[in-house]
């Protein structure tokens, strides 16, 4: 079992960027891919970005290409989400999420084992 924990959210300007981390705890966050969503007052909860276990791959939802970047430390037992020019549609609820998968595997669903609790981000305009 891992638990994770969601940092770093804010209020921002709209151009802004902010960064968010996830730690996790225990000895084996190398054997999770790892993802981060957003849920919006009203809206399902979207995918935002994937990494697989190594970080040799990712994946993106397409309206936050060239914009976020997920990357892992994996001897510090965390994920980021380096987010940057961001917008007023960006504001939500941040949450990271963990699943073990194959090595270079990386899942766009929901379908992950474990939640963080979620960090607020607010995109004034």
């Known amino acids: 079992q891992v638990h994770l924990m969601e940092s770093g959210g804010g209020l921002v300007q709209a151009g802004g960027s902010l960064r968010l981390s996830c730690g996790a705890s225990g000895r084996t966050f190398s054997s999770y891919s790892m993802g981060w969503f957003r849920q919006a007052p009203g809206k399902d909860r979207e995918f935002v970005a994937t990494i697989s276990r190594g970080g040799a791959n990712t994946n993106y939802a397409d309206s936050v290409k060239g914009r976020f970047t997920i990357s892992r430390d994996n001897a510090k037992n965390t994920v980021y989400l380096q987010m940057r020019s961001l917008k007023p549609e960006d504001t939500a609820v941040y949450y990271c999420?963990?699943?073990?998968?194959?090595?270079?595997?990386?899942?766009?669903?929901?379908?992950?084992?474990?939640w963080g609790q979620g960090t607020q981000v607010t995109v004034s305009s």
């Open positions: 999420a963990a699943k073990t998968l194959p090595l270079n595997m990386v899942l766009t669903t929901t379908m992950y084992d474990y």
